[in-house]
């Protein structure tokens, strides 16, 4: 494994500028994990996310499961646009460690993955796909898998608008980077999908999310997402997640009204995390859709289509 140095989230230590892992004390180890609790989280961080934020879902995730190893897989700008052979190379410490914890012999809870936005759902599904490849036959990745605010849908003005959370706080520099962005984004896709005839990576994120040789069907899914989410339209997540359902797959929805994008914990702590508990004990593993709102489809909502 690779040489680790202090994270700036608590509890963790740095393996590369990507990943971290906190590992539960020497003393918490001893005990023995019940099916209840997991036995290691894997947390895929939305675009460019500050530490100080990733840190709110780490601290929740310590304090309700002392004893579970957290493996936190961080997305950036760049790797969110790199290529699949240079993405294997990145992500290759992630699956390293979820392949050395299975092998270990940890099988007193699930696995769990908790991907938040389309960057955090790409990470999870290159990591999926290429922990795949190196177990064919083994699809059982993930036991428990957890959708937070994604998957969008295609939109240059969604991912200007979640890149300008990274560009500078000045209004005349933070117009000019939108606008670069967006100018680059433009080109990109012309050059990478239009031309070569490619599918864009928000597209194939939305299919593979619900391939049964990527996601095992086993695998009971949790979609949290929020009408007030300017980045990822609700409705989108809500096409997805019955889509995922027809497929076969056992699904849980959550929707919320005010929270913004990949801030529903701060905003309803409560019931977020009543329901990421719930879904990881297992009592919401064949949920339906909850009552309301997260039924209605794009037409019905045309009036909150961002982009």
Known sequence: MSSTRASAIDGFDRITDSISLHRPEASSKQRSIS???????????????????????????????????????QC??????????????????????????????????????H??????????????????????????????????????????????????????????????GQWIFRIWLVAYSIF????????????RLRRRL?????????????????????LVEHWAVAEHAEGARKKGYRVREELFINAPHCAIAKDEPERYWKAVQEHIAGSSINSSLQAGPSRLSRKAVSGHVHG
Not at 146 to 167: E, K, Q, T, W, Y
Not at 192 to 203: N, P, Q
């Open 115 to 176: 991907a938040f936005s389309n960057g955090g759902g790409t990470l999870a599904n290159y990591i999926a796909g290429f922990l795949n490849e190196r177990s064919p036959g083994k699809k059982v990745v993930f036991n428990k898998v957890i959708l937070d605010c994604l998957p969008g849908i295609p939109s240059i003005a969604g991912a200007v608008r979640a890149i300008s959370f990274s560009l500078p706080r000045n209004p005349i520099l933070r117009l000019l």
């Open 35 to 73: 099916h209840e609790q997991p036995s290691l989280i894997v947390i895929c961080s939305w675009m460019n996310a500050a530490e100080k934020h990733i840190a709110k879902y780490t601290a929740g995730y310590r304090r309700l499961y002392p004893d579970t190893t957290v493996l936190l897989v």
């Open 76 to 113: 950036s700008l760049a790797g969110f646009f790199t290529s699949k052979a240079k993405q294997e190379v990145l992500l290759k410490p992630a699956y390293d460690m979820i392949i050395n914890h299975k092998s270990e012999g940890n099988q007193g809870g699930p696995v769990v993955l």
């Open 210 to 230: 619900n391939d049964p040789e990527r996601f095992d069907l086993g695998a009971p899914r949790l979609y949290l997402y929020s009408k007030a989410d300017d």
């Open 192 to 203: 990478a999908y239009a031309l070569r005839r490619r599918e864009d990576r928000v597209t």
